[in-house]
């Protein structure tokens, strides 16, 4: 009824069962699910990221039952298929409500986007539209510069938290992911 979701999916787990899993592994693991997101994509499958399970729900849709030996460690799943036309209210609501994503110019001052060279304004407008979760975009960029070199920091906002979802450095991995992408699209060594 919520969301409407096809029965094949892949599963993203946290390296152990302890909690916290630590900012660096959920960003590890945005990074590296958003390429398995792209290249799914890139063949011809639909997929996206679905987060905000509860742990036996998480365990319910990867395991078929609540209870698993390791306990705590699916971040979120990604379902792999087409939906059917119906969509879940969730769904619907979602898409209409935090559908729109920002462009770099609204990530960073006027003053930092004039400095910069326009290979790295796109990467990093392709980070902006990575997704996150509930489309909070809760990253922001950090750029420097040393010897004509850039240094590219995507970080969560300092102190931003989510009412439901406790993975949020997950989604910076999936900018940093979009980013390195974008980079080398354009033949250039992030």
């Not at 599963?11 to 290249?39: D, M, S, T």
């Not at 799943?77 to 920002?102: D, F, R, V």
């Not at 900018?175 to 060594?189: E, G, H, T, V």
Request: hydrophobic share 40%; charged share 20%.
């Amino acid at each position: 009824f919520y969301f409407q979701e096809p029965p094949q999916f892949a599963a993203f787990r946290a390296p152990h069962a302890i909690k916290p899993v630590n900012v660096i592994e959920q960003a590890q693991l945005g990074f590296i699910g958003q390429l398995f997101v792209i290249y799914a994509t890139s063949v011809g499958l639909a997929t996206c990221w679905m987060g905000h399970h509860s742990q036996k729900a998480a365990n319910k849709i990867v395991y078929g039952r609540e209870e698993d030996q390791e306990p705590n460690c699916i971040l979120c799943t990604t379902p792999i298929g087409y939906l059917t036309e119906k969509k879940g209210l969730m769904n619907t609501l979602t898409e209409k409500m935090w559908g729109k994503k920002q462009a770099v110019e609204e990530k960073l001052t006027q003053e930092s986007l004039k400095s910069l060279p326009e290979q790295i304004k796109k990467a990093l407008d392709a980070a902006c539209q990575a997704p996150s979760a509930m489309n909070s975009q809760c990253w922001q960029f950090k750029v420097s510069e040393s010897n004509g070199e850039y240094l590219i920091k995507i970080n969560k906002k300092p102190g931003w938290t989510h009412f439901k979802w406790h993975y949020v450095n997950i989604d910076a991995g999936t900018s940093a992911a979009n980013f390195w992408i974008a980079m080398k699209a354009q033949n250039l060594s992030p």
